[in-house]
Nanobody, 116 residues
Framework: QVQLVESGGGLVQAGESLRLSCAAS????????MGWYRQAPGKQRELVAT??????TNYADSVKGRFTISRDNFKSISLQMNSLKPDDTAVYYC???????????WGQGTQVTVSS
């Protein structure tokens, strides 16, 4: 089965940076969208950033100018998080969606904690 493996979470102070990585298992993927979502305590899961195979990106307003999503290869993505704020504290989940293969897969999540 397809699995997503996330890494890079941790505990940092406000203003510092982290880089999250996500790699999908299995064979090749075509025309997919990969991205990051997060869920803070007491909140619903929300979109952080997504990137298509063609390179089109989408960001939540709260992270524009601070976070950058990129593709390391056809089935791996990274999220560079700069100028972190306490409000960024959440569990961050990697997601892969493929219309051609009718798949939607979630990672297990990685904790990001930003202290003031």
């Amino acid at each position: 089965q397809v699995q997503l493996v996330e890494s890079g979470g941790g505990l940092v102070q406000a203003g510092e940076s982290l880089r999250l990585s996500c790699a999908a298992s299995g064979t090749g993927f075509s025309s997919n969208t990969m991205g990051w979502y997060r869920q803070a305590p007491g909140k619903q899961r929300e979109l952080v950033a997504t990137i298509t195979t063609g390179g089109t990106t989408n960001y939540a307003d709260s992270v524009k100018g601070r976070f950058t999503i990129s593709r390391d290869n056809f089935k791996s993505i990274s999220l560079q998080m700069n100028s972190l704020k306490p409000d960024d504290t959440a569990v961050y989940y990697c997601n892969l969606d493929s219309r051609l293969r009718k798949m939607n897969v979630w990672g297990q999540g990685t904790q990001v904690t930003v202290s003031s």
